[in-house]
């Protein structure tokens, strides 16, 4: 079982929580603080598991993390998932993202939370793994679009102009963030399919 | 009305949407909270509006926030609102947020049960998929027992990405309603062999996942899985199998022993290092399981062990950090195996990674011996000053704890070196694990009598420096070493040197600050040592420094009576009371220190933490019994009790056992003496400890002393641990020196006569023999304490509830709560008032699902008997656990070919033992239909089944349990499992042209009494590409097309998907309907692009919809005594018809009107039957069929008339077809 999974930053902003345990609002704001606390102190070329994290942790659960560029990629599962197999499923997630969002950068992520939980949930639910091909996850995800696309009709064009409009005016969009996108290296782990 | 639209959409320009609202938190970096509370009053404002996509928008907000730790729960009903809106756009908000935010304390989650019901059976596949998505996020009890029966009709649905989502809820199911389990087990073992992987994969993980907790009730899906194992290609269902394996092994090791070949081949054939892993790691559990006793194994293990070697030496730290942690499952059942690769491991304990390293100290434990220990430990102490993680340096700390004191301090041979360790680790700062370094200093301290003088030496420095430990507050978690000090200085002060200086340690105004069970600790020991000082003082006739001291305490004890702990404050007014009453004494020049010492005589043992639990409830002893009896029921409930004992009763109880537990016990204890005195590293205890350490003979020729000059003990804080290293270092030699010279002269003398535990050591660790003499003394237990060791189970374990037993047949009572119809009354419960007799008519559905059957293969059966039976058999045995195991075919051949659709498809579902019975009634059955004509084969089937009988008698004693459970499945089966056997296809054609076919088929909708969901198929026939399929109808007043809010009535519905050339699939279509007593025609139009090479074209393809009334109807079954209340009710109105030229069997003409109408059997004599059925606005309907010669007629009663003359003008055209 994977009891949670979170995304983070370099400098531990939540992008993504998804708790598959209950945890009142406060204890999972410590827990990504502690996640983020544990996983940033570590250099880039050490393993990608790791135990602790007092508040989740216990003797079963191991963190299973990735980090991307700004971005760290936390699983966190008991004994039951397997290591090699989870790195995998993270390397599948960010994949997929970079497809759904063509070139997936944090900015993606800041500004369409949303989106990146649906494309979880075709991925995970309740905390087990629901599916791993990724052209299946992608073509599940493009068929909800469309479907929220067709129902968006006449009710969601003046919203989009309005959006449009708003964006034009806006003297602070955020032009000097510069994150480049997300470059995808795996360390030269085997493939796994 | 218009006014008020128009306005919300006005403001709706106005309200900020998800990327506003990020954007804005990200411009108000610097007031960011008060930002978000003005925002989170907007979003209680768009709430309040009528319009569902403001409040959507809203909870979509509502989401984000919650991720930066907002609580939303007050909008948890705003979130289930927009959870039923219809568009899924909105719905997908709803669920995410109650997903994030809903769990089992949420109080309007009950109100969602009948949302998510309906989500379920939407036609919109998608809606189905978020409503599970959602669910499984934030189920609960109540919500898994009232959807546990949709969420099962939904494993079967025809879309895989709804069964596959459906099969992994029903672990979250289960959890919260664990009495589901037996009902959809046989439906989730299905799915194992599903044919879309997802799905399989999905019935693997849940499979797994509870097999996980409670394996044993899994042992019977082995053969199943090592199918799967021996077949499947995708690695992910492969792991988890793998892992089952692993988990299924320690169970049974037969299976391990099948499992090492497949898993070797797979170690040397798969290239993915994830697949090797698990495979090397079930492997070692399958050794650990078969460990005893199988000696050809070791090649496993060498290629396991040598497989990770690999994996450790790997460049990939998650490799190494993996093949560590699989090396110390190894290290438990062959530590000589990981032994030899201790170079690497120690190697690892130097790796820059804290979790390789943790991994490494794990196996570390299993790495040391008596010689290298020391060693080991001091690489363990620098790494102790190194590390500058709290967590890590605990972790170090508790590692060298545990490798020194493994199996009885085996390892240690200087126990004076274990003791500078300890006191070493003391000068740790901030670590939680001050208690484990006291309790092993008190271990050690009581049980090696030996060391107890320069324990007490160590301690007495360790109070002396008490302000170095107990200064600051962060070092909290170390000052619990006092506890043990200060015990241990109060318990053995006759060791103490100079005592005066430690009282007066133990009395500074700072020990006030430490924790309250420690003070009150000290307050005990002050009062021993005390009282030490004091007979020292008198036995030399120092008169004036005996009062001195006294003086002392009674100056120094009111600070402890201050003390806000009521213990320190009641042990210290006690105490203080005490002394001045000596003082009084001593003013008399009274001798009192004799007496003060009385107080504390005598030596506390040591007793095992489970001693308590291990007492045996002695023999004759019934707890449960009652000591009086319970005041009967008749009287009144305010009679006063009487006296609880009564003298008749306790006379009459007593005698029993204490005599003969006495004699017993005096027996056991005798036995027990022996024992120990025939036990070398037992000493019996004395009543007086100083006594017995001077004529102890062994402590004599310890070498204290000379190691007492050569250590500069009395520098505080620094015992130098090290030193010892060096010390041991000569002292091996020295005794090596000697050892050969002994050689030379007595060739063999062996030292083994002085070692404690010699049942583990190797010839070389024989050489080194303990610096002292130690005798550690056994904890003790009850005398006759019994040797279970299963005490640490946790009552409170949540996968508890899952321990069932699966085999069994299910139960009556056991059926999923069904959301129950308008005549639910009439199903009357058959356990309770139907005579058994009349059961066998009762079980509709399933003699429906073994006509067809039998129609299948009727044609071959006479022929093919025998031979039906043979395989039959061989079925049977393959699904037998123990026939699987102990004959061992080659795993190739496991898989064996199926017998034919017939078994597989019917009996996969059923538990083994069930299936056999089933066949027998099965067989019976046919007797009844065939036996008249043939009685020749009656005969012969007859003796068949008599010799299956006698076989196994158990199993027919059953009987009566399985055909109640046949029959809570066929209800089941009758309500809810509408999958279309092969050979009867439900599905009419609708229209056809040279691009494309379209099938459909009609359902009444279960939730719904006004819809029915129309399931079209549609098939490429070209070679082209279909897309943008458009389905349109004409709606009739009556009878209209349900489609997406706001479209309009000429709108078509796009089907969800697009057709590459040859392939089908089905998309579902709602219809609404106000009556449905006569039949329907729609007309309608699909429209299509056609696009190929040469381009794209417009196709259209027109069609008619029929709906005939049995469309209407829904399976319902109906027992006997229900159906004739109906009858006699007299409501109902008659109509009936006649059908000439039939041919067909009465099974087969049954089995087409249960099919095609959707009836079920009620009752059948000879070729009479009784059919029940319902129409989707409740019209009971009843059938009376009788066959004659060459015609059938049929009876109806039904509560419209007109539905039943078109029920039955339908039902002739069927039969007349026959």
């Known amino acids: 079982m994977i009891k949670a999974i979170l995304i983070f930053n370099n400098h531990g902003k939540p992008r993504l929580s998804k708790f598959y345990q209950r945890y009142s609002e406060d204890t999972q704001q410590q827990i990504i603080r502690e996640t983020f606390h544990l996983v940033s102190k570590r250099d880039e070329n050490v393993c990608n598991f790791l135990e602790g994290g007092l508040l989740i942790g216990g003797s079963d659960n191991k963190l299973i993390y990735r980090h991307y560029a700004t971005l760290y990629f936390v699983f966190c599962v008991d004994s039951s998932e397997s290591e090699l197999g989870i790195l995998d499923l993270i390397q599948v997630f960010v994949e997929t993202l970079d497809k759904c969002f063509e070139n997936v950068c944090e900015l993606d992520l800041i500004f369409h939370v949303d989106k990146v939980h649906n494309i979880l949930a075709e991925m995970v639910m309740g905390g087990m793994v629901l599916e791993t091909n990724m052209n299946e996850i992608v073509t599940q995800i493009d068929a909800q679009n469309k479907l929220e696309k067709s129902e968006a009709g006449l009710a969601g064009a003046p919203a989009r102009a309005v959006s449009a409009v708003k964006n034009m005016n806006l003297p602070e969009i955020p032009r000097n963030i510069n994150i480049g996108d997300i470059s995808i290296k795996v360390p030269n782990l085997p493939t796994f399919k | ?1218």
């Open chain 2, 1 to 1218: 009305m218009a006014l008020k639209m128009v306005k919300g959409s006005i403001d709706r320009m106005f309200d900020k949407n998800l990327q506003d609202l990020v954007r804005g938190i990200r411009n108000h970096k610097e007031d960011e909270a008060k930002y978000i509370s003005q925002c989170i009053d907007e979003i209680k404002q768009e709430l309040k509006q009528d319009n569902i996509a403001v409040k959507a928008n809203a909870v979509c907000k509502l989401t984000y926030l919650q991720m930066l730790g907002y609580d939303i729960s007050w909008a948890a009903f705003n979130i289930i609102e927009v959870m039923s809106a219809s568009k899924f756009t909105f719905k997908r908000i709803g669920y995410l947020a109650a997903s994030q935010c809903f769990h089992e304390g949420t109080d309007v989650i009950m109100l969602t049960t009948n949302q998510i019901r309906k989500d379920l059976s939407s036609p919109n596949q998608y809606d189905t998929g978020v409503a599970l998505t959602g669910l499984s996020c934030f189920v609960t009890p109540d919500l898994a027992r009232d959807l546990a029966n949709d969420i099962m009709t939904l494993m079967s649905h025809t879309k895989p990405y709804i069964r596959k989502k459906a099969v992994l809820i029903m672990y979250k199911v289960f959890l919260k309603y664990p009495e589901s389990l037996r009902p959809a087990f046989p439906r989730l073992k299905e799915k194992l062999e599903d044919p879309d992987p997802g799905v399989q994969s999905a019935a693997v993980n849940v499979i797994c996942e509870l097999a996980r907790r409670n394996p044993k009730n899994y042992l019977s899906l082995a053969p199943l899985f090592f199918k799967l194992m021996t077949s499947s290609t995708n690695n992910w269902v492969l792991i988890k199998i793998i892992k089952l394996f692993g988990a299924l092994t320690p169970l049974e090791p037969r299976l391990g022993k099948k499992l090492i070949e497949p898993l070797t081949n797979l170690i040397h054939s798969t290239s993915a290092m994830s697949l090797l892993y698990e495979c090397v790691n079930t492997v070692i559990a399958v050794l650990i399981s078969l460990s005893s006793g199988m000696p050809n194994h070791s090649a496993s293990i060498q290629l396991c062990v040598q497989k990770l070697r690999i994996l450790i030496e790997d460049s990939d730290q998650n490799l190494k950090y993996l093949g560590l942690l699989a090396m110390s499952k190894i290290l438990k059942t062959h530590p000589k195996s990981v032994q030899s690769h201790k170079d690497l491991i120690l190697q690892c304990l130097d790796d820059k990674d804290e979790s390789i390293r943790l991994r490494a100290l794990d196996l570390l434990y299993g790495m040391v011996s008596k010689k290298n220990l020391m060693e080991i430990v001091k690489k363990l102490m620098i790494h102790v000053d190194k590390a500058e993680g709290t967590t890590y340096r605990d972790e170090l700390l508790t590692k060298i704890i545990d490798i020194c004191s493994q199996s009885n301090y085996q390892y240690i041979t200087n126990f004076e070196w274990y003791i500078s360790i300890l006191v070493e680790l003391t000068r740790l700062e901030g670590t939680r694990h001050g208690h484990l370094i006291a309790a092993q200093m008190l271990d050690v301290a009581i049980r090696v009598k030996a060391i107890r003088k320069f324990a007490v030496s160590q301690m007495a420095m360790l109070l002396d420096n008490a302000h170095l430990i107990a200064s600051n507050t962060q070092r909290n978690g170390i000052c619990e070493v006092l506890y043990a000090a200060a015990w241990i200085c109060g318990e053995f002060s006759e060791h103490l040197e100079e005592a005066n200086q430690t009282l007066e340690a133990m009395l500074r105004p700072k020990v006030t600050t430490l924790p309250g069970h420690i003070q009150a600790v000290y307050v005990q020991n002050m009062v021993k040592l005390y009282a030490s000082i004091l007979q020292q003082k008198e036995q030399a006739g120092e008169k004036e420094a005996a009062q001195e001291i006294t003086q002392l305490m009674i100056e120094r004890l009111p600070q402890f009576v201050q003390s806000a702990d009521l213990e320190v404050q009641e042990r210290a007014s006690c105490i203080l009371q005490l002394i001045k009453y000596i003082q009084k004494l001593q003013v008399k020049e009274v001798p009192v220190a004799e007496e003060v010492i009385a107080l504390f005589a005598g030596e506390l043992n040591p007793v095992a933490p489970k001693a308590q639990k291990k007492v045996p409830v002695p023999e004759g002893l019934d707890l449960d019994a009652w000591i009086n009896e319970p005041p009967s029921d008749s009287e009144s409930e305010d009679e006063k009790p009487k006296t609880i004992f009564h003298d008749e009763e306790q006379r009459h109880s007593k005698p029993r056992h204490p005599e003969m537990d006495e004699e017993e016990l005096a027996r056991r204890r005798e036995a027990r003496k022996q024992e120990q005195a025939n036990n070398p590293f037992y000493i019996k205890s004395s009543p007086s400890p100083q006594k017995r350490y001077q004529d102890t003979p062994g402590v004599e020729h310890i070498p204290v002393v000379q190691i007492d000059l050569s250590v500069p003990l009395k520098v505080p804080g620094m015992p130098m641990s090290d030193q010892y290293v060096k010390l041991e270092e000569e002292r091996r030699h020295k005794q090596k020196l000697e050892k050969d010279k002994k050689k030379k002269k007595q060739k063999k003398e062996k030292r083994g006569k002085h070692h404690r535990h010699n049942s583990l050591h190797t010839e070389s660790e024989e050489d080194i023999a303990p610096a002292h003499h130690v005798d550690i003394i056994t904890e003790e237990m009850p005398e006759n304490a019994l040797p279970s060791d299963e005490d640490d189970k946790d009552p409170n374990d949540p996968y508890k509830a899952l321990d069932i037993d699966l085999d069994k047949p299910l139960a009556d009572s056991e059926k999923l709560p069904v959301q129950r119809h308008r005549n639910a009354e009439a199903l009357k419960t058959p356990e309770s008032e139907v005579p058994p007799v009349e059961k066998k008519s009762k079980k509709p559905k399933k003699k429906e699902k073994k006509h067809k059957e039998k129609e299948k293969d009727k044609g071959k059966k006479k022929e093919k008997e025998k031979k039906v039976v043979e395989e039959e058999e061989e079925e049977k045995k393959e699904e037998d656990l123990d026939f699987w195991l102990s004959t061992a075919p080659p795993p190739g051949s496991a898989a064996q070919p199926q017998s034919g659709p017939q078994t597989s498809a019917a009996v996969a579902s059923e538990p083994e033992g069930v299936k056999k019975e089933e066949r027998e009634e099965q067989q019976e059955e046919e007797e009844e239909d065939e036996g008249k004509k043939s009685s020749k084969h009656k005969k012969k089937k007859h003796k068949k089944e008599k010799e299956e009988k006698s076989k196994d008698k158990k199993k027919s004693k059953k009987k009566h349990h399985h055909s109640e459970e046949e029959m809570a499945e066929s209800v089941q089966n009758g309500t809810l499992d509408d999958e279309p056997l092969p050979p009867m296809s439900s599905y009419r054609l609708l229209a056809e042209n040279p691009y494309i076919k379209t099938t459909y088929d009609i359902q009444g909708n279960l939730q719904n009494d006004s819809q029915v969901t129309v399931s079209v198929i549609f098939e490429n026939k070209s070679t082209s590409f279909l897309k943008s399929m458009e389905l349109n109808v004409l709606d009739s007043l009556n009878t209209k097309m349900l489609r997406p809010e706001g479209s309009s009535v000429h709108d078509g519905i796009p089907v969800p998907f697009q057709l590459p050339p040859g392939i089908s699939n089905e998309a579902q279509f709602v219809f609404t309907l106000q009556s449905i007593v006569m039949a329907q025609k729609l007309k309608g139009t699909l429209s299509f692009i056609v696009k190929n090479d040469e381009g794209s074209t417009h196709e259209k393809l027109d069609f008619k919809l029929h709906f005939s009334c049995a469309s209407y109807l829904i399976t319902t079954p109906c027992y006997s005594d229900a159906f004739a209340k109906l009858l006699e009710s007299g409501d109902l109105h008659m109509s009936s018809i006649k059908v000439d030229g039939i041919s067909i069997s009465f099974q087969h003409l049954l089995a087409k009107i249960c099919f095609h109408h959707h009836f079920s059997v009620v009752e059948r004599v000879d070729s009479c039957a009784s059919m029940y059925s319902r129409s989707i606005q409740g019209h009971h309907v009843c059938l009376l069929v009788k066959k004659g010669e060459n015609s059938v007629s049929i009876d109806g009663k039904c509560s419209d008339p007109t539905l039943l003359s078109n029920l039955l003008d339908e039902m002739k055209e069927t039969l007349s077809k026959c």
